[in-house]
């Protein structure tokens, strides 16, 4: 079982910059496949970036070029740079597997508004 804890969201304006950092607590982190998503509110959560155990990366249509999904298999944390926000992207943002999700953890809001 793998544990997640996001944290890096808020309140920002459109055109903005933020960056997301999920840590990850349990199995051996280096040899999983993960994702970020996200849920906005009356909609689905839907994956958004996806990173394999390398380097190799996947984005939804919606972000490609402005989001950046990273990680440090030495701190077990994976990271989503978030550029050039728009409203559109509001929603609770959350990491887990990339594939399989495991259960999911409290996730972290992120709003765009001027």
């Known amino acids: 079982q793998v544990q997640f804890v996001e944290s890096g969201g808020g309140l920002v304006q459109p055109g903005g910059s933020l960056r997301l950092s999920c840590a990850a607590a349990g199995r051996i982190f280096s040899s999983l496949p993960m994702g970020w998503y996200r849920q906005a509110p009356g909609k689905q959560r839907e994956l958004v970036a996806g990173i394999s155990t390398g380097i190799s990366t996947t984005y939804a249509d919606s972000v490609q070029g402005r989001f950046t999904i990273s990680r440090d298999n030495a701190k077990n944390t994976v990271y989503l740079q978030m550029n050039s926000l728009k409203p559109e992207d509001t929603a609770v943002y959350y990491c887990?597997?990339?594939?399989?999700?495991?259960?999911w953890g409290q996730g972290t809001q992120v709003t765009v508004s001027s």
């Open positions: 887990n597997l990339r594939f399989a999700p495991s259960a």
